[in-house]
Nanobody, 121 residues
Framework: VQLQASGGGSVQPGGSLRLSCAAS????????MNWFRQAPGKDREFVAA????????YSVNSVKERFTISRDTAKQSTYLQVDNLKPEDTAVYYC???????????????WGKGTLVTVSS
């Protein structure tokens, strides 16, 4: 079972990135796919989630106008489109899979390695 996040990079404020999470090694039909982020010196925080079936895409209020989660079952991938990036969005972004809807990182069943997003002028 593997989740592989990619797509991070260094961008200027106002820029955009598309983060990808490739999922393999099992059937994900009953899973909720999540994105978390961890900024330097801070706790890991929940950002967005979507049912593998496509139901209920959800992003936290602090980013919902700028971040969009989606998935492509044919490509076995989920995505986080991050627009109008701000310096405070600088963090390592992780994808994770859970079997229930939850923001609790301790309830994630599978984690991918993170991808670093740096927003700086």
């Amino acid at each position: 079972v593997q989740l592989q996040a990619s797509g991070g990079g260094s961008v200027q404020p106002g820029g955009s990135l598309r983060l990808s999470c490739a999922a393999s090694g099992r059937t994900w039909d009953n899973y909720v796919m999540n994105w978390f982020r961890q900024a330097p010196g801070k706790d890991r925080e929940f950002v967005a989630a979507i049912q593998w079936s496509g139901e209920g895409p959800y992003s936290v209020n602090s980013v919902k106008e700028r971040f969009t989660i989606s998935r492509d079952t044919a490509k076995q991938s989920t995505y986080l489109q991050v627009d109008n990036l701000k310096p405070e969005d600088t963090a390592v972004y992780y994808c994770a899979a859970s079997i229930v809807w939850t923001r609790n990182s301790n309830s994630m069943k599978h984690w991918g390695k993170g991808t670093l997003v740096t927003v700086s002028s």
